[in-house]
């Protein structure tokens, strides 16, 4: 009964390479997030979706392209992979529409990612 | 432009006694504080959070507190446990956005 879940859990792949990571939470909320999190141990978000429509995007390469095939799902999907980003990466999710700063954000045990 | 920062990057302390995390912010406009627990290998689960209309939060052994005139707050454990080793991140929010900025975190340990 995992609330939010990633595949893969490790991703280990060659630069130039393209590769997805994939997001579900069974929770029923409406937002879900992506954050990575870089060798520093910066947690930064990336994107976040409510209701298959994105509302964040932050200042990130546009190799990254999520993509919310319904309100359950958010998968990240990486061109052309740099060695810079290598990172783990979580998935979140939170219950409201509205920008409420009281949404708590649960988050997914992180995918691995590392770029040869 | 790191607007959440945990200064302590480790912290450890014996079992039975208090755990005082903390954590400074400089953007006036966050008015939500939150504090997770991260373990190895898992992803960040929410402990406790604060609205900027308190100074003060309690659950359980967990209490935050708010200082907004120094952009300030703190997470207290007590009495800390063995199981309370992790690393602690300190986030920030704002009304009207969906974003949480996070600090670096601290890393906590508990000796028994």
């Known amino acids: 009964d995992t609330a939010v879940s990633q595949t893969p859990k490790y991703l280990v792949t060659q630069m130039g390479n393209d590769k997805s990571i994939k997001c579900e939470q069974n929770l029923g909320h409406d937002t879900m997030y992506w954050y990575k999190q870089d060798s520093k141990k910066f947690l930064k978000i990336m994107f976040s979706?409510?209701?298959?429509?994105?509302?964040i995007n932050e200042t990130v390469p546009n190799r990254f392209s999520p993509k919310s095939p319904d309100k359950a799902h958010l998968n990240l999907h990486i061109n052309s992979l740099e060695l810079g980003d290598s990172a783990v990466y979580f998935c979140?999710?939170?219950?409201?529409?509205?920008?409420?700063?009281?949404?708590?954000?649960?988050f997914g045990p992180g995918t691995r990612l590392t770029v040869l | 432009d790191q607007q959440v920062k945990q200064n302590s990057p480790s912290l450890s302390v014996q079992e039975g006694r208090i755990s005082i995390l903390n954590c400074d912010y400089t953007n006036s406009m966050f008015d939500y504080f939150l504090w997770y627990k991260k373990y190895p290998a898992e992803g960040p689960t929410f402990l406790i959070s604060i609205s900027s209309i308190k100074d003060k939060n309690e659950d359980g052994r967990f209490t935050v507190f708010l200082n907004k005139s120094a952009k300030h707050l703190s997470l207290h454990i007590v009495p800390s446990q063995p199981g309370d080793s992790a690393v602690y991140f300190c986030a920030a929010s704002r009304s009207g956005t969906y974003k949480y900025i996070f600090g670096t975190g601290t890393r906590l340990k508990v000796l028994a």
């Open positions: 979706y409510n209701n298959k429509e994105l509302i």
């Open positions: 979140a999710s939170s219950p409201h529409r509205v920008a409420d700063p009281t949404d708590t954000q649960y």
